[in-house]
């Protein structure tokens, strides 16, 4: 059970946070929200994160009230080449402008669109794999802070 009320109650959190870097790495996409801040991979490496992040597994697209900008289904093309740099530059490009958070819609058993500046939204829908292992759908985190994730996942909320 994916209890609506919980997770937009999370999901307010990015209302008035700008939307600002994507990476794209195994199947995940990650957005960051927010303020900038350095840290270190664990490569060692400095990069930057945000106050927030969303690490999105499930099905997802951007979009404007009129057309489909890219989506998650853009990475499976019917060929061998990899396209992500492809679908990384086109979300880039929607974020370029660091468009803001400005609300939450549309949330329904872990689905959810957030609407953000500019007549943009990123809209997220769950699709449950048929197995006995449960599948994360997204999390959202402050990448900064040892504080839990907030999960969800075929089974519910961790």
């Known amino acids: 059970m994916l209890p609506s009320a919980e ?19 195994a199947g995940t996409l990650s957005v ?6 350095e840290t270190t991979t664990r490569n060692g490496k400095a990069t930057l994160v945000g ?12 979009s404007t009230s009129d057309e489909i ?4 289904i853009d990475h499976h093309c019917h060929d061998e080449r990899d396209n992500t740099p492809q679908i990384l530059a086109i979300v880039e490009k929607a974020l370029l402008r660091g468009p803001s958070v400005l ?4 949330v329904r058993a872990g689905a959810f669109a957030l609407a953000l500046e500019g007549g943009l939204y990123l809209e997220v829908v769950p699709a449950p794999r048929p197995s006995d292992e449960a599948d ?17 996942t ?5």
Do not use: M, Y
């Open 7 to 25: 997770i937009k109650q999370e999901l307010q959190k990015l209302v008035g946070l700008p939307a600002w870097k994507a990476t794209f790495a």
């Open 32 to 37: 960051q929200f927010g303020g900038k801040r």
């Open 51 to 62: 106050e927030r992040a969303l690490h999105i597994q499930a099905l997802w697209r951007l």
């Open 69 to 72: 900008i890219i989506g998650s």
């Open 103 to 106: 609300a939450v819609e549309c």
């Open 136 to 152: 994360e759908f997204w999390r959202l985190l402050s990448p900064e802070h040892d504080k839990p994730h907030f999960v969800v």
């Open 154 to 158: 075929s089974n519910g909320i961790e």
